[in-house]
């Protein structure tokens, strides 16, 4: 990786991003990638203790989906500590992720609509959870990056007119292209340069050492929080490795 590379945000909110990162390798942008997906520890329930259910739904169907419920992820959180959350709705009701109480108020369902079961009259869900810290590499409830991807910036530049008699053909590209210096989204122009270029001869290349991230977390964590966490996770194994190296 350069010693220099260049962050820009093209559109952003607490849950999803796009952003270009100038001055990388391809391994690089790759690790980035994986990390989100698999290095950065989210909070998720782990442990159930019933104490009553006379839903429909075996107590393991229930744990399965509490443990996919998303929980906000606090950064003093370490390994070993542990946050109880319970929950008791009686029917007919539907219960749901919001429904939810936590020990902390820091730890919270991110979505506080997620079903988990409908309560019909005389049924009642009561129940307790504990809820530790993982990794998306041991689990994927665990996984913060819910939706992470990149591809290369693409450049276009005009390289003459086509003739008269010759007919626009659609291209289709997808992403975000480089326009003389301006980032343009591709779905701006559906996707096709032949509406965006009518009548020019084009030229597409890969901007070397750039590419346009895609992601968008579970609500456990903001997106700057989510790619800070990542680099960390990679500076992190490289000093070890770097230290086990000299050993």
Known sequence: MSEEYEVTFIDRDDRS????????????????????????????????????????????????RLGLVPLTTPDDYRPDDTVTLAIDVEGPDTAYSGDLVSSDEQVQ?????????DLKEGQRLELEADAELGYGKDHA????????GYRHLQRVEVIGEKSEFEDDEPEIIRGVIDDDGELIDTESFGNDLSQRYPGKELEVTDVPNAFVFDVETDGSMSVDELVLKAVESLEARAEELETAVQL
Not at 31 to 56: F, K, Y
Not at 109 to 117: G, H, L, R
Not at 141 to 148: D, M, R, S, W, Y
């Open 17 to 64: 991003a796009r952003f270009l990162v100038r001055g990388v390798t391809p391994a690089f942008a790759n690790g980035v990638r994986r990390a989100m997906i698999a290095d950065v520890p989210t909070l998720s329930i782990d442990t159930v203790r019933v104490i009553e259910n006379s839903s429909v739904m075996f107590d393991e169907q229930l744990a399965l």
């Open 109 to 117: 369902p991110a979505e506080k609509n997620v079903p988990i079961i």
């Open 141 to 148: 409830k665990h996984q913060g990056g819910v939706a992470v």
